[in-house]
């Protein structure tokens, strides 16, 4: 039978999650929604196909969709600051949670969210860091961990988005909720902590929003001393651009551009660069649902965990910290637990 799934959040990942649910992956099915937006949720309700003579569910609380007889599994797709009260419910339910990124925009509520799962005595979480699941990321990985071009020595990153979404998105969340996939991306590639962020702020550009510290950029060290610089910049107009090139003692690994063709034409070529997220991670975002969907079926759980998501919310905080202060700030982060060990 299909994991049973209800879905918390049904904005602009919420749907495209509930698509691929609905339509390209195999082994779930949607049946309940809940939204603050009831209006949204009605509608996402409205045009899915149910299972058999059961029709999707709207509830009016993501407590109400949580104790769904007919909910197996919870996907959480509302704001950051929503989620560890809903993740938390989740994990008392005893019902597996796929939690959207950041697992929350601080830490200690991440903290929160170890303690309920490890009091339920077993992983129940899964975070939304889909780069994890990229085939460039894994290639770069592999490369990596081949180490045929001896050690990493520093990385370059670029997260440009070509604008940000029309609710107050502040200066803070380019940090908690856009550089947060470098600081997990970069954990997962050399297998080292974070242990400080120091944020610069260059010129701002003249079409950002009106307050918004946009770009800036930000500094990570690695326990064993590797360097990233992170250029984020949420206002860049042309496209969606993640960049990332790794320096090694005797040679470099770089993501490749992503356009499937390049033209030559008049004198000229050219490629196609990504609208947004959705188009560029979209298989990534497909590999790592499925894999929840399997892991929740077969009764386990896969994928970044809580300790994760933990992790770089504690980056996170340092982060914040160094762009309020200007200073060099040390992530402070107490042993991984046994629980989550590697
Ligand atoms: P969005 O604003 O489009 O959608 C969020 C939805 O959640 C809205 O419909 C809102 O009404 C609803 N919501 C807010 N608080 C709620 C609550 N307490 N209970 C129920 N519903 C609530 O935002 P989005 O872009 O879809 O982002 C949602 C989450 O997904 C965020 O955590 C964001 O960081 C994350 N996200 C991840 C990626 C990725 O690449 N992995 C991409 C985009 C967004
Ligand atoms: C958004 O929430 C995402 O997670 C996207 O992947 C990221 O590129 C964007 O900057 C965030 O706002």
Redesign the pocket.
Known sequence: MDVRVGV???????QDHIRRITQVLTGGSVTAV????TA?AGQVAAVLPGVGQHRVSVHAT?QDLIADGNVDAVLV????P?HEEQVVAAIGAGKPVFC???LAPASDACLRIMEAEMAAGRRLVQV?F?RRYDAGYRAMKAALDDSGIGAPLLMHCAHRNPSV?D?GFTTDMIIS?SAVHEMDIVRWLFGEEIVAATVLTPRRAGQAPDGLQDPLILLLEMANGVLVDDELFVSARYGYDVRGEVVCETGTVALADVSEVTVRAQNRYGGRVPVD?RDR?IRAYDAELQEWLNAVAAGSAAGPSSWDGYAAAAVTDAALEALRTGQRTAVSMPERPEFYAK
């Open positions: 918390i959040g049904v904005g602009m990942i919420g809940n939204d603050v937006d949204r993501a797709a509302s704001w950051g929503a959207e990124k950041p939304g889909m979404p609710y909720d997220w991670f």
